[in-house]
Structure formats: structure tokens, C-alpha cells
């Protein structure tokens, strides 16, 4: 009780004294006439007696992160370059120059330095103005608190008032610094308001607290600063924008205020030797400026795309605040540490596989090339590649960079999308299955069919207008044949004939349950052509997302880029969930991968076949032209799309030679087998894959084609037992292992007249 009393005594005495002193210090020719004194201690007694420390606006850094949990830092966002610390992260060099510089009796005084302030009166009283303030590191503190309330307000209006407030010259302004910084000292620690205004200064343009200024000024950590360089750092807190050293002219300014003022108050205070001194004088100022990675444009990992991704996230998402402004406040201010699910060995295989078989610009075409993976069963997305640099540089060279994701929808930075081709004829088999048929059941894929609205059940609507013909891509006579052979072959009349006894609408739904969607949000096409063939433009990541669905057994899930995040004080923050539907009865999912692993071993993707004893599924896709070309498949661990297309316009890419980073020429329409197989190949294979579930054999058929043998596929070394009447075509340059190897482009092999089949 005594205690308090005495505290509330001493804190009546300060506040008088505090009127009087300050009033004086600012219009010492008033208050020595006794004029306004009065009418401040008013004032000051009207103020509030408290001021909380607000949360600091902090970095938000985006990592990568391996199976054995280790990080990879891809990028930062930051309003203000700042990662606070504890007081033992700091040198006590540091402290020490602080203390001895800017408030010598800090441990002494209660928030306001009497001394200082009556000398700061006498100084200004002979000069006629205002040059000392004579504030003490709690009064700057409250002042940095109030500076950084005014910083976060979002209206520029508001923003500027409330700075200006808060750094006004004025005796008001003083005063509530004074009350501010006396209620401060009563709640809280020396040690801690030292600790909270070392975080909370400004140590010139965006770099904020000493860790930030530590790193970002001599690539060392705050509690590895030698005596010289926390002096220089000590010398900046006074005008930062003049003392900053990363301006080689202000160099000279940093080390007369370092060794005048900094060093000599520290061996006046006895914080250091003459020895100490000496030796700290005689160190030049030398600066190692370790920029920060601010932004996607300096992701590491070649992962800025995937970066770009992640942060459209967070900025569309209402678990990061309900507007637009809250979500880019939570980024850049909330000093979130954000494990995403990229998987830093992976992406690098993605990496240089693109690199290797896509070139970054073409003279002839618009080229682009897109390879993202995404884990069954979890809906991580652990790759994502782009044959383009990501960089938002307006001066950047936009054959090579772009801050468009290939991958994604438009909504979170990607493009409108691209046609997908016959990797749309999975969810017709799917339907087919569906509908209780198998896949040694016989269809017709010859050319000379025609299909039009009376043939047509399209219960959504909008089916044909008049009468539609359509070519089979690699000339492929079609015939006869079974489902499985016309699959494997990618005949598209055959799927065509096989949509005339479904309903559109059906295999539609099929589709959508499995995340099926246009990368421009527009609703999706549900005619003929859009269906069976692919003609609605989607993002690979929606492809390998569904793809993925077949591979768990036909359960979909949603796919997700982040695996966790914790605010600046450790605090979990929710994350947007993966969500997993049974998206078709698995034995129908089964049966579909079993067609899908013929594809690999003996159809239009056996180019790609690694051939390394995982099992593998998949399934091409072709536009018109090979405008876009795709592979999308993978084991029961990873699957991935991989893309290559034209990105503007329609120019044809068929038939055009392409030359990657590894010197090798390949044909457009080989560019995306070749990524795929080269990933896993190399590095997603090691990551293992099990046979997939033999699908029932009533699914598969009991005849004598190669869907009836009652064997499972096995690896992808294994060699399936063919179809009587699925003879690959012989223009089908994708079709039973007929492609040509890569070739050096000094001598490249003449090219093949054909195109595959989709």
C-alpha cells in the first residue's frame, strides 16, 4: 500500500514537474513570463496514463520443406523488414552503445531524465529554439509505437494525420510522450522496454529492429555484432535515412557519428576500454549488404511461380481476414512463418526436366511449358515448373519472363487455361464403365461417322448444331477395335461413338466430381467436342488434381500449397484445407487405371515410359495442331501434367523442332513426354510406387482382348498381352514404342511426317 502511494505521489510530482519543464523547453520565452504553464499541466493531466506496445509489423517468410522436415526459405514479404528477437539474441554491444548514446541514465530515471531536460531547457532557452528534445529511450519508444499505429492505418488520409500527430514538434506532443512513457516505465521492465525499442527502430528505408539491420548491414546475426559494428548500427538510430550505410556517401557521416558520439559515450559511461576504444575507432566502417528476398521475383528453388501461387492464397482466401486489405496486412505485416508442401528435391527434378526438353523462347512460336505434380490421396502439390523466369520487371524480357502461372487458374495468377485434349476421354471411359459396360467391349473409331443432335443425350442441354465430323489426330483408321485399344491409342472417333450411347451430361458430372473446371471461371462447355475431346481450357493443376483422384481409388481431394503456418508470437493460424470426396466407385477408378497403365506400356505415351520397374499410369492429350500437348499420369505416389503449348494465339506447333537446355532436339508434340519421363525417371520413382488394385474382371471384360487376360499390368517394364484387333496404327508415332529417340542438334533426325495420336 505504501508502495503505491508513493508511486502515485511520484507520479503527481513528475507530472507537474513534467508541465512546467516541457512547457518551458518548448516556449521558454512564455514560460519564464509564468504564461501557459497552467493551461499545460491541464493538458497533460487530460492524457491518458497508458500505452500498450502493439504487435510489430514483422516478415512473412515462405518455405519449402523436405520429408525428413528440413527447410528451404523460397521467399519474404515485408511492409517493414523486421524479425523481432529476445533479449538474448542481441549483443551486449549493442545494448551497451544504445544506452550509453542515446539515454545514459535509462536504468536511473522513471521515464523522464531531469537532468537532460533542464539542460535541453537552458539550450534552447539561449539559441531562441527548439534543438534538444531530451527524450529518453522510453519517450522514443512510445514515440516509435505511435509512428508504427500511424503506419498501419490503411486510409492515406488518416495515415498521414496520425503521423504527423505523432512526430509533431510541438510542447502537446512532448507531454504525451512524457505521461506515455512514465505509465510505460510503471508496467513494465527496464530491460523490456529496451528489448521492445530495440526491435522497433528504424534503421533507414524498409529495415526495421536490429536483427533485420544486423543481417541486412553486415550479413551477421544481432548477437554476433562486434563492438564496431553495433556503434555504426548505434549511430544510424539518430537520422536513418543519413547514417545508413548501405549509401557509400554516407559512410564518412556513420563513422565520425560512430566514433564521435557512439564509442566516446560508451568509454565516458566505462561500457568499454581506452583499449576496446582504440581498436574499435581504428576499424573502418565496412559494410556487407545481405539483401533479404523480398517477393516471388527472388524465390529461391526456382519455385517463383509456386511462390506467386502460395501468395494468391493468402490474399483471396477469408481465413486470412475478411477484405482484400486485412489478407495483404496478415502477409505483410503478421510475421507469418509459412511451410508450404513443395518438396525442394522435387521441384528441382521439375526444374531441369522442363529446362531440358522446353526452351524458354522460340522465334517461331510462342512457347510454353507447364509440369506440376500433386500427391494422391493428400492433394499436396509438391512441384511446379514453367519454362519461363517469373519476374513482375515491366522492363523484362517477356519472351523468357512472365508473372503468369502456367499452372494455376487465372484467379491465382495463372493464364485462361489451355484445351486439354483427349485426357478429357478418361472421364468418358469412367462413365462408360459406369454404365455397366467393360473395356473389351468392341467399338467403331473409323473416320467416316458423323454425329449430330438426334444421336445425341445431353440431359444439361446443348449438345450439337448440325452435324459434326471429326478426324482421328494421328490418321488413325480407327476400325473395330476395343475400348482398351482405342484408349491406348487415343482414337477419337471411337470415343465419339462410345458418347453416343452415354449421356453428356453424366460424363460432365463425372468430370466436375473429380475438380474438373475452366481456368477462367466461366462455366464449362458441356457439348460434344468440349467433352469427349477436351475443347474447355484448363489449368494443368486441375489436371494432375484429377488424375491424382483416379490414382486414390477415385477419392478426389482438393489440391492444397500450404502444410502449415504460425504467426510472429508461434500461434498456429488455420490454413485452407485439402477436401476428399468419393468422387466414383473405386473398382471403376481401378479399371481406369488399368486402361491407363496400356497407355504407358504400348499406346501413345510410350515414349515416355521410364521403364524402371515402378508401375505407371497416364494419358495423353492433343488439340488441334498440337496447339497444346499433354501428358498427365503418374504411380500411386506422385502423378503429374505435363504440358507444352503454344501461349498466344493459335499458330500450329506440329511438326516443330524443339531444342532444350540439354541440346537435344525433339518434335513439339514428343516435348511433354520426354519432361515426364525425365522426372520420373530420375528422381519421383525413388520415391516408390506399388502395383495399383486389379479392377474386377467384369469391368475389364472375359473376351480374348487384352482387357480379358485376368493380369494385373505390373511395372512399366512389363509388356502387355495385345488385343487381336488393336493394332497400333502406323502413323501413330507415339503408338508401340515407334518414336525417335532424342537427337543432338547438330545432326538432328529427320522429323515424321505424322502427329500423335491425342
Avoid at 526495421?208 to 551477421?220: D, M, N, T
Avoid at 527434378?349 to 510454353?368: C, E, F, K, L, R
Avoid at 533426325?749 to 495420336?757: E, F, K, V, Y
Amino acid at each position: 500500500m505504501v508502495g503505491r502511494v508513493r508511486a502515485v505521489v511520484g507520479l503527481v510530482v513528475a507530472s507537474a514537474l513534467a508541465g512546467v519543464l516541457v512547457t518551458a523547453m518548448f516556449t521558454p520565452a512564455v514560460a519564464l513570463g509564468g504564461i501557459a504553464v497552467g493551461s499545460s499541466l491541464e493538458a497533460f493531466d487530460d492524457l491518458p496514463d497508458y500505452i500498450k506496445p502493439d504487435t510489430l509489423s514483422q516478415t512473412s517468410s515462405i518455405y519449402a520443406q523436405d520429408a525428413a522436415g528440413n527447410r528451404t526459405l523460397l521467399a519474404s514479404f515485408y511492409d517493414q523488414n523486421r524479425q523481432e528477437v529476445g533479449w538474448n539474441d542481441i549483443s551486449q554491444n549493442f545494448k551497451d552503445a544504445i544506452v550509453s548514446t542515446e539515454d545514459p541514465r535509462f536504468y536511473v530515471h522513471g521515464g523522464m531524465d531531469v537532468q537532460s531536460t533542464v539542460r535541453a531547457f537552458i539550450s534552447n532557452t539561449v539559441s531562441g529554439g527548439v534543438e534538444s528534445g531530451a527524450s529518453t529511450i522510453s519517450q522514443q519508444y512510445v514515440k516509435n509505437i505511435l509512428v508504427q499505429r500511424a503506419e498501419a492505418i490503411s486510409d492515406p488520409t488518416a495515415e498521414a494525420a496520425a503521423y504527423a500527430d505523432a512526430t509533431a514538434t510541438t510542447a502537446d506532443r512532448k507531454l504525451k510522450e512524457l505521461k506515455l512513457s512514465i505509465g510505460l516505465e510503471k508496467e513494465y521492465s527496464k530491460d523490456d522496454i529496451l528489448l521492445g525499442y530495440m526491435n522497433i527502430a528504424l534503421f533507414g528505408g524498409r529495415v526495421y529492429g536490429i536483427q533485420a539491420a544486423s543481417r541486412y548491414y553486415f550479413g551477421v546475426d544481432a548477437n554476433a555484432l562486434t563492438l564496431a559494428q553495433a556503434a555504426s548500427l548505434a549511430a544510424m538510430v539518430n537520422a536513418p535515412e543519413a547514417l545508413r550505410i548501405d549509401v557509400p556517401d554516407n559512410i564518412a557521416a556513420n563513422t565520425a557519428r560512430r566514433n564521435e558520439d557512439v564509442l566516446a559515450s560508451m568509454l565516458k559511461e566505462k561500457a568499454i576500454t581506452q583499449a576496446q576504444y582504440d581498436e574499435a575507432v581504428a576499424t573502418p566502417v565496412t559494410p556487407n549488404i545481405t539483401e533479404s528476398s523480398t517477393g516471388c521475383q527472388t524465390a529461391a528453388a526456382g519455385a517463383g511461380f509456386f511462390c506467386d501461387y502460395v501468395k494468391d492464397i493468402i490474399l483471396n482466401d477469408t481465413t486470412f481476414g475478411a477484405t482484400a486489405d486485412d489478407r495483404a496486412n496478415a502477409l505483410n505485416r503478421g510475421g507469418y512463418t509459412i511451410v508450404t508442401t513443395l518438396d525442394p528435391s522435387l521441384q528441382a527434378a521439375a526444374n531441369q526436366a522442363v529446362t531440358d526438353y522446353v526452351p524458354s523462347s522460340m522465334s517461331s512460336v510462342d512457347i510454353g511449358g507447364a509440369f506440376v505434380t500433386v500427391q494422391p490421396g493428400t492433394g499436396k502439390i509438391v512441384a511446379m515448373a514453367q519454362n519461363k523466369t517469373y519476374s513482375q520487371d515491366p522492363s523484362a524480357d517477356p519472351a523468357t519472363n512472365t508473372a503468369i502461372n502456367y499452372s494455376t487458374d487465372a484467379a491465382y495468377g495463372g493464364s485462361a487455361g489451355f484445351q486439354n485434349g483427349s485426357t478429357s476421354k478418361l472421364f468418358v471411359l469412367m462413365d462408360w464403365l459406369k454404365s455397366g459396360r467393360s473395356l473389351n467391349d468392341f467399338v467403331n473409331g473409323s473416320n467416316n461417322q458423323k454425329f449430330t443432335a438426334s444421336n445425341i443425350t445431353n440431359s444439361c442441354g446443348g449438345t450439337v448444331s448440325g452435324t459434326y465430323t471429326a478426324g482421328n489426330d494421328a490418321g488413325e483408321s480407327g476400325g473395330n477395335a476395343t475400348v482398351l485399344s482405342q484408349f491406348e491409342d487415343s482414337v477419337n472417333n471411337a470415343f465419339l461413338n462410345m458418347a453416343t450411347k452415354l449421356d453428356l451430361c453424366d460424363i460432365n458430372a463425372i468430370a466436375t466430381a473429380f475438380g474438373m473446371h475452366r481456368a477462367d471461371g466461366a462455366a464449362m462447355d458441356t457439348g460434344l467436342y468440349a467433352t469427349v475431346l477436351g475443347g474447355n481450357e484448363v489449368s494443368p493443376l486441375t489436371m494432375a488434381a484429377a488424375y491424382a483422384g483416379v490414382a486414390n481409388n477415385g477419392m478426389f481431394c482438393t489440391p492444397v500449397a500450404i502444410s502449415s503456418i504460425t504467426d510472429s508470437t508461434g500461434a498456429d493460424v488455420s490454413v485452407p484445407q485439402s477436401t476428399c470426396t468419393q468422387a466414383i466407385d473405386p473398382t471403376i477408378a481401378q479399371t481406369a487405371l488399368y486402361a491407363m497403365q496400356g497407355v504407358i506400356q504400348s499406346g501413345t505415351a510410350t515414349t515416355a515410359n521410364p521403364a524402371d520397374g515402378t508401375p505407371h499410369f497416364g494419358k495423353t492429350g492433343t488439340t488441334d495442331a498440337e496447339k497444346d500437348v499433354w501428358l498427365v499420369g503418374g504411380t500411386t505416389q506422385l502423378v503429374s501434367a505435363s504440358w507444352v503449348g503454344n501461349v498466344t494465339g493459335n499458330v500450329s506447333i506440329r511438326q516443330t523442332p524443339v531444342t532444350g537446355g540439354n541440346d537435344v532436339t525433339v518434335r513439339s508434340g514428343l516435348s511433354r513426354l520426354y519432361v515426364w519421363k525425365e522426372f520420373y525417371k530420375d528422381t519421383a520413382d525413388a520415391r516408390g510406387g506399388s502395383n495399383f488394385p486389379l479392377p474386377a474382371s467384369a469391368s475389364r471384360g472375359s473376351g480374348s482382348g487384352s482387357s480379358g487376360t485376368g493380369t494385373g499390368r505390373g511395372s512399366s517394364t512389363a509388356t502387355p498381352t495385345p488385343s487381336p484387333t488393336a493394332t497400333p496404327s502406323p502413323n501413330s508415332t507415339e503408338g508401340a514404342g515407334t518414336a525417335p529417340a532424342p537427337t543432338s542438334t547438330t545432326a538432328p533426325a529427320p522429323l515424321p511426317s505424322s502427329t500423335p495420336a491425342g
